[in-house]
C-alpha cells in the first residue's frame, strides 16, 4: 500500500518551483520506487499494489495545483503498471479518497477556523452529506486487498460520498 501524500498549496504563479518538484517526488515518485522495489516479492506472491491518490487528481481544485498534477499522475501511472503487471498476476488499483477528517489539510497551513468551516461545506456538498472518516479509506482499501477484489486491477475506487459524480446539490 503506498500511501504518501503532502500538500503545499500554491498557485502556477505562487508555487516555487521547489515546492512542485518536492509534492512529485514526495507524492509520484514514492510510488513508482517502492513499487519497483517490491516487485520481487509482488511477482513471487501474486500480490497487489494499492496507491492512495486523491479526488484532486481527477477535479481541479484552485491552489492544488501540484497536489492535483502528481494525484493524477498517480492514477495513471497506477492503470500502467496494471497493464504491465497483470500479465505476472500483480493487480495495482487506486483509492481516491474525498475530504477525510484527518489532519492533512491542517499540516497543509488550514486554520482550525478554516478546517471546521471547510468540514462543514464539504458535507453539505457531498450527496451522502457527511464528510469520511478513516475507517471508510481503509475499508476500501482492505476490500481491494482481498481476493474479493481478485478480478479488479487498474481500478480507481473513489471513496468520497460521490462527490467525485460532479453534480451540484440544489438548495430545496
Same mark, same amino acid.
Do not use: H
Given at each position: 500500500i503506498n500511501n504518501a501524500g503532502i500538500e503545499i498549496v500554491g498557485t502556477v504563479d505562487t508555487m516555487p518551483v521547489e515546492d512542485f518538484d518536492r509534492q512529485?517526488?514526495?507524492?509520484?515518485?514514492?510510488?513508482?520506487? #517502492?513499487? @519497483?522495489?517490491?516487485?520481487? /516479492?509482488?511477482?513471487?506472491?501474486?500480490?497487489?499494489?494499492?496507491?492512495?491518490?486523491?479526488?484532486?487528481?481527477?477535479?481541479?481544485i484552485k491552489g492544488t495545483l501540484a497536489y492535483g498534477t502528481s494525484k493524477a499522475a498517480v492514477d495513471h501511472l497506477s492503470r500502467n503498471m496494471a497493464l504491465e503487471l497483470g500479465p505476472k498476476g500483480v493487480r495495482v488499483n487506486c483509492?481516491?479518497?474525498?475530504?477525510?477528517?484527518?489532519?492533512?489539510?491542517?499540516?497543509?497551513?488550514?486554520?482550525?477556523?478554516?478546517?471546521?468551516?471547510? #468540514?462543514? @461545506?464539504?458535507?453539505?456538498? /457531498?450527496?451522502?452529506?457527511?464528510v469520511g472518516n478513516p475507517e471508510d479509506?481503509?475499508?476500501?482499501?482492505?476490500?481491494?486487498?482481498?481476493?474479493?477484489?481478485?478480478?479488479?486491477?487498474?481500478?480507481?475506487?473513489?471513496?468520497?460520498?460521490?462527490h467525485h459524480l460532479g453534480a451540484l446539490i440544489a438548495p430545496w
Open positions: 512529485l517526488d514526495v507524492n509520484v515518485r514514492s510510488v513508482f520506487q #517502492l513499487t @519497483k522495489f517490491a516487485l520481487p /516479492y509482488l511477482e513471487k506472491t501474486k500480490g497487489n499494489v494499492i496507491n492512495i491518490s486523491s479526488i484532486c487528481g481527477s477535479t481541479p483509492v481516491n479518497p474525498g475530504v477525510i477528517v484527518s489532519e492533512f489539510q491542517r499540516r497543509a497551513g488550514m486554520t482550525e477556523a478554516a478546517y471546521a468551516q471547510f #468540514l462543514q @461545506k464539504s458535507s453539505a456538498a /457531498y450527496p451522502l452529506r457527511r479509506v481503509a475499508k476500501a482499501v482492505a476490500f481491494m486487498a482481498s481476493d474479493m477484489s481478485s478480478f479488479i486491477t487498474g481500478e480507481t475506487l473513489f471513496v468520497d460520498g460521490g
